[in-house]
């Protein structure tokens, strides 16, 4: 042997590793969002796709910069934009996520769990509604006046 301890380490192990960059509780989301939108995205459509905040947002982005999955460039119009694109290493990652997605999806049906009817839209499991898929969680507010009582 080399002169290592055949210890178990869970820090060093790549299951570890996948989960930190990979399965955060986001990050399938976000990077699966840069798939749909065909893989460029800008922050603000991050907002109107995912139920997340601007912090958690801005957090995941920042992490899967530096974990290589995705590029940032800030666009100098008016007003400025930021877009996020997917690498290679983020595409690489899209085959997988799918085939996790996949797998949960059948084991739920086996089960007979409810699943989320946009998901099963972007992942074909149902038909597509384009602009529901692109905003999801923007809804119109309809204000009515108050009736008062005399």
Same mark, same amino acid.
């Given at each position: +042997?080399?002169?290592? %301890? *055949? !210890? ?6 790549? $299951?570890? #590793?996948?989960?930190?960059? =990979? ?7 976000? *990077? +699966? @969002?840069? !798939? ?5 995205? &800008? ?10 905040? #601007?912090? !958690? =947002?801005? %957090? &995941? ?26 690498? %290679? ?7 997988? =996520?799918? @085939? !996790? ?8 049906? @086996? ?6 009817? *946009?998901?099963? +839209?972007? #992942?074909?499991?149902? /038909?597509?509604? /384009? @602009?529901?898929?692109?905003?999801? $969680? ?13």
């Amino acid at each position: +042997m080399d002169g290592q %301890e *055949l !210890v178990f380490d869970v820090k060093k192990d790549p $299951y570890n #590793h996948m989960m930190r960059i =990979l399965f955060c509780r986001w990050k399938p989301f976000i *990077l +699966m @969002a840069m !798939v749909f939108d065909e893989g460029k995205t &800008n922050f603000s459509d991050f907002i109107k796709q995912l139920p997340i905040s #601007h912090k !958690v =947002l801005t %957090e &995941n982005l920042r992490s899967m910069e530096a974990d290589g999955l995705i590029y940032r460039t800030v666009v100098s119009d008016t007003p400025p934009r930021t877009e996020y694109r997917l690498t %290679e290493a983020g595409l690489s990652m899209v085959p997988l =996520l799918r @085939a !996790v997605y996949d797998a949960g999806w059948k084991d739920m049906k @086996a089960k007979d769990m409810p699943t989320d009817p *946009l998901g099963e +839209m972007w #992942h074909g499991y149902r /038909e597509r509604d /384009e @602009a529901r898929m692109k905003k999801p $969680y923007v809804t119109k507010k309809r204000f009515e006046p108050r009736l008062q009582n005399k």
